[in-house]
């Protein structure tokens, strides 16, 4: 057995898409017919976004999540400036940012924001 991929129901999935494209994760474009997309993380593991229409037609009686912090994701920058930068694009873009960058106890520069489903998502690099 093992894990192989992580799955996000979306509320809007172009935004998601749009969102994930933003932090590196190569997925196709867009298509309205489709509500399923999945993109290889590396090392096996893939990403997987699916519409909540989707989700809808094989679970009897779904009821869309809401965004929670209990799962989050992490994407490594290449230097602190380019956490501040991501920060900063994301944000431009109308993603909410959750925590500003900062120098974290732990050597690492350090911010997080929300994906269109509210999940939150870490950016870090090494001091």
Known sequence: MRLNAIGIVCHDVA???AFYRMVGVDFPEFDPDA??????????????????????SFIDDYEPPAG???VGFA??????????????QLAEAGHPGVREPFDAFWGQRYATVADPDGNHVDLYAAL
């Open 75 to 88: 994407v490594e920058c290449d230097s602190p400036a380019s956490v501040d930068a991501a920060y900063a």
């Open 15 to 17: 935004a998601s898409l």
């Open 68 to 70: 929670n912090d209990r």
């Open 35 to 56: 509500g399923h997309y999945e993109a290889d993380l590396g090392g096996g593991v893939r990403l997987m976004l699916d519409s909540e229409a989707v989700m809808a």
